[in-house]
């Protein structure tokens, strides 16, 4: 059990266009899920804490204007990435909590590359 | 805020030997600490957690050791085999993993 699967797995992009990535909760209600960003050979780092139907909390230094994600279901949070720059490939991924729990379940990951 | 810090960075055993991967944490309110096994390319798998009302917990050839006091965490695998080859995080959140910090990961690899 808790499944949490994110589409697309890898995407490549020109520069200045948005990126859409979703993230599923397959088999549980996610009532929180976790966005994060992961540069090669480093740590997660939290980007974003969504809870469905309210607006997500930024972590400091991370922008909500260029990061924007959605959580409008109990099994679905998005994230998009505007007007997509160099820097911003990295691999993103997102996690799933379940309410009144504190595992987060993770998903397989969207590997951005921005040309 | 939490801070988590993790060591040794890279660790190498040989096959067969146990592998220790220590975690210290900075806020006492943590009282959840799970560790992830990450193989390239590839999501953070959850292989062992603990919580603070717990000293030590045993899952097979994983274990994981706490001592608030101290503030710090401690993961063992014995009997290594080369499939555990991977980078380990461990991370500390306070309830209900509001605040879920990870440590910087230990490339672990296991030479046959």
């Known amino acids: 059990g808790a499944v949490v699967s994110q589409h697309p797995s890898r995407v490549i992009c020109k520069s200045g266009t948005s990126v859409k990535i979703e993230c599923r909760s397959l088999d549980f209600q996610a009532t929180t899920m976790f966005w994060y960003r992961q540069f090669p050979k480093q740590s997660l780092m939290l980007m974003a804490t969504?809870?469905?139907?309210?607006?997500?909390?930024?972590e400091q230094g991370v922008e909500k204007d260029k990061f924007l994600i959605n959580h409008a279901s109990l099994t679905l949070s998005t994230l998009t990435v505007t007007s997509a720059h160099p820097e911003d490939s990295s691999f993103y991924i997102c996690?799933?909590?379940?309410?009144?729990?504190?595992?987060?379940?993770f998903g397989p990951g969207t590997r951005l590359t921005v040309l | 805020g939490e801070n988590v810090e993790q060591h040794p960075s890279t660790l190498s055993v040989q096959e067969g030997d146990s592998a220790v991967i220590k975690c210290t944490y900075s806020d006492s309110a943590s009282n959840y600490f799970p560790w992830y096994k990450q193989e390239l390319g590839k999501r953070p798998q959850l292989i062992i957690d603990i919580r603070s009302n717990v000293g030590e917990k045993k899952d097979q050839r994983i274990a994981v050791t706490l001592n608030k006091t101290a503030k710090h965490f401690s993961l063992h695998i014995t009997e290594t085999q080369p499939e555990d080859s991977a980078v380990y995080f461990c991370a500390a959140s306070d309830n209900y993993g509001q605040n879920f910090v990870f440590g910087p990961g230990t490339r672990l690899s296991v030479l046959p």
């Open positions: 969504s809870n469905e139907g309210s607006k997500a909390t930024y």
């Open positions: 996690s799933g909590r379940i309410l009144s729990t504190d595992t987060q379940y």
